[in-house]
């Protein structure tokens, strides 16, 4: 997409508020936009990110040599990068907020020509995100999404290759609007605490019509600071349905019609935030609840195995009750469902009983208790789970079906490097109350060291109510390597075993202080039992 800059810089009052001075002149032609100096192409606006652990500013003159015609940046960078009158110099207050509005307008607005829905939450986003793109797209719907784990612009659905669930603002917006153009009527977008938040605006300048919380529990501490501020942060989805304008766009070029809406929320009434998340928006929320509570669908009965779940929903102000059928791992992804359910209704308009037959067709998220089949005599999954609040999703249905079949649960799993301390101990205390065998390994560590980030998970285990099974090196291991921690977990499989493998999940890489390494867990579990005779 190429743009020329005074069509789209000086519209705009939101950008208009963010700038400080402009220096140099002309009218360059846009063709893109970038934060980072490495990626820059000629005609490119380069945004000089103030980051975490580096300052743009230091890349200008890269930038430039690679072609950038605007630069828009934070800190006063003086005269002598202002000699060459072609480039053009905007100093913002803040260059990662400023990208958001910027970008908003660079690509035109794409959320205004899509109906929008934003998932958030501690666990199940991704989830949901899929569920509701695959009902939507089930009854002949056009809809694009973005996840931790996929993402879809109006075509094939594709990996995510990024570490990153919502991406920085100029991707956020160069997304929407390949979905606009590819003739989206509807787009899902994953939405974490990190985009929703005011420091990096990622999500400042979309335009939502829906709102989906699913759980809220402790997370990212190591960003936002304090509970209370993730919490702050994740409701900015919510308030921001309050600005909601319904409104279509009839372009010559590409004539597109988004069926009006009235904004609202959906959100799980099970979750001790539900009351604040509803008082974030004055539009009308929508609740669901597997707890038996009030809501307006509620999960009365599940039966679940490895194929999936069979369950009665309660619609109390219909007096009205579903059976339902998934081929979904796992019980928890009912409340998923039920959130999707909620969502499409109210989008489309249409009650949940005419879109329920399609809970039966829908596809689980690769890496999201996926069940890896080579003919073994034991079970293996593979799972995407991170924090505390998703190993005690997970754990308790697996080990009370584990202890019903006489088998054991092994479980792989470790904790992210530079993230959330507090949660390391939590994690390895949940999985030994539930697991007979632990091998603690690898996540990302990042910058820091391996061995100690598994100490502290190691740390959890002595604390758990089960303390007293774990024998270092016959039941408790410490083995950094991944792959190797794997091939040590199948290697003491026995038949009705279930070894889960947790925390990477759909992703394709593990992250070290001086390398990246490619990896893909499905694929390694395969390696592995396929060397063990598995085909």
């Given at each position: 997409m190429k743009r020329r800059f005074s069509e789209f810089f000086t519209q705009d009052v939101a950008i208009k508020s963010c700038v400080i001075s402009k220096e140099g002149g002309g009218d360059p032609l846009i063709t893109g936009l970038e934060y980072d100096s490495r990626n820059v192409k000629e005609g490119n606006l380069f945004f000089a990110m103030h980051g975490l652990h580096t300052d743009g500013s230091l890349f200008i003159d890269d930038a430039i040599s690679k072609g950038a015609k605007v630069i828009v940046h934070q800190i006063d960078i003086g005269d002598d990068f202002k000699k060459d009158n072609?480039?053009?110099?905007?100093?913002?207050?803040?260059?990662?907020?400023?990208?958001?509005?910027?970008?908003?307008?660079?690509?035109?607005?794409?959320?205004?020509?899509?109906?929008?829905?934003?998932?958030?939450?501690?666990?199940?986003?991704?989830?949901?995100?899929?569920?509701?793109?695959q009902m939507l797209t089930m009854l002949g719907k056009k809809a694009g999404f973005f996840s931790t784990a996929q993402q879809c612009f109006g075509a094939d659905v594709l990996r995510n290759s990024e570490h990153q669930t919502t991406p920085e603002a100029p991707v956020v917006q160069r997304f929407l609007r390949e979905m606009a153009d590819n003739g989206c009527e509807y787009a899902v977008?994953?939405?974490?605490?990190?985009?929703?938040?005011?420091?990096?605006?990622?999500?400042?300048?979309?335009?939502?019509?829906?709102?989906v919380l699913t759980t809220l529990t402790s997370d990212h501490l190591e960003f936002h600071g304090?509970?209370?501020?993730?919490?702050e942060d994740k409701a900015n989805l919510f308030r921001s349905?309050?600005?909601?304008?319904?409104?279509?766009?009839?372009?010559?070029?590409?004539?597109?019609?988004?069926?009006?809406?009235?904004?609202?929320g959906v959100i799980n009434g099970d979750d001790r935030n539900a009351r604040f998340f509803a008082k974030a928006t004055s539009c009308k929320t929508f609740t669901f609840s597997s707890s038996g509570r009030d809501g307006d669908i509620v999960l009365e009965a599940i039966k679940s195995n490895s194929y999936g779940n069979w369950y009665t929903v309660f619609f109390p102000a219909l007096k009205e009750r579903m059976e339902l059928r998934d081929r979904l791992p796992g019980a928890f992804n009912a409340n998923n469902v039920l959130a999707a359910l909620l969502v499409v209704s109210n989008l489309l308009k249409l009650p949940v009983r005419e879109i329920a037959p399609l809970v039966k067709?829908?596809?689980?998220?690769?890496?999201?208790?996926?069940?890896?089949?080579?003919?073994?005599?034991?079970?293996?999954?593979?799972?995407?789970a991170h924090t505390p609040s998703s190993y005690q999703a997970i754990f308790p249905p697996l080990h009370e079906r584990l202890m019903n079949k006489g088998g054991r649960i092994i479980s792989v799993f470790g904790s992210a490097g530079e993230r959330?301390?507090?949660?390391?101990?939590?994690?390895?205390?949940?999985?030994?109350?539930?697991s007979d065998i632990i091998v603690i390994t690898d996540e990302d560590p990042r910058g820091e060291d391996p061995m100690s980030i598994i100490e502290e998970v190691a740390a959890g285990v002595a604390e758990s109510e089960r303390q007293d099974c774990f024998i270092r090196n016959e039941t408790l291991f410490s083995i950094p390597d991944r792959p190797a921690a794997i091939r040590k977990a199948l290697s003491l499989a026995e038949e009705k075993d279930l070894v889960i493998i947790l925390g990477k999940g759909h992703e394709n890489s593990i992250i070290y202080a001086d390398r990246v390494m490619p990896y893909d867990e499905i694929t390694?579990?395969?390696?592995?039992?396929?060397e063990m005779g598995y085909r």
């Open positions: 072609d480039i053009v110099y905007i100093r913002v207050h803040d260059s990662r907020f400023a990208m958001s509005p910027i970008s908003a307008a660079f690509y035109n607005y794409p959320s205004s020509r899509l109906l929008v829905t934003g998932v958030t939450g501690t666990e199940g986003k991704s989830t949901t995100v899929y569920f509701i793109w977008v994953e939405s974490s605490s990190h985009g929703l938040s005011k420091i990096t605006n990622r999500l400042g300048d979309v335009d939502f019509c829906s709102a304090t509970w209370e501020q993730y919490r349905l309050d600005n909601y304008v319904p409104s279509f766009d009839l372009e010559s070029n590409n004539k597109h019609w988004s069926a009006y809406t009235e904004a609202f067709k829908l596809k689980p998220v690769r890496g999201r208790m996926t069940t890896i089949l080579k003919g073994q005599n034991f079970e293996v999954v593979v799972d995407y959330d301390t507090q949660k390391r101990p939590e994690q390895g205390k949940i999985a030994a109350n539930y390694e579990v395969e390696k592995a039992l396929g």
